[in-house]
């Protein structure tokens, strides 16, 4: 199983970013997909997840309101769409399938499977 989390960048704050997560290989077709984040000399934490059916969608404090996850059908990318983005949302953003289907939020799940990540620098 592999994942591809691709889209970040640079951004002024303020502004907006979709990531993207492509899942492939031998796995279910209905899985959770967590994105996690990494800011320099931090621990790593959980920013949004969505459930196999995209039936429930959990967010971490700092990021509700702001940053939208969403997927299409079982076999399409899962997005994150990041909105009225700040400097402390700076960070290498994670992918990562959770066969726990998102039950328990961010940061309580089983992560199985994990992408490469993807930058995110926001500034001005």
Do not use: H
């Not at 970040?8 to 979709?18: A, D, E, N």
């Not at 998102?102 to 199985?112: A, E, F, L, Q, R």
């Amino acid at each position: 199983v592999q994942l591809q989390a691709s889209g970040g960048g640079l951004v002024q704050p303020g502004g907006s970013l979709r990531l993207s997560c492509a899942v492939s290989g031998p796995i279910l077709s209905d899985y959770a997909v967590a994105w996690f984040r990494q800011a320099p000399g931090k621990e790593r934490k959980g920013v949004a997840c969505i459930s196999g059916d995209a039936s429930r969608m959990r967010y971490g404090d700092s990021v509700k309101g702001r940053f939208t996850i969403s997927r299409g059908n079982a076999k399409s990318p899962v997005y994150l769409q990041m909105n009225s983005l700040k400097s402390e949302d700076t960070a290498v953003y994670y992918c990562a399938t959770d066969s726990a289907d998102c039950k328990y939020g961010v940061d309580y799940g089983n992560y199985d499977y994990w992408g490469q990540g993807t930058q995110v620098t926001v500034s001005s």
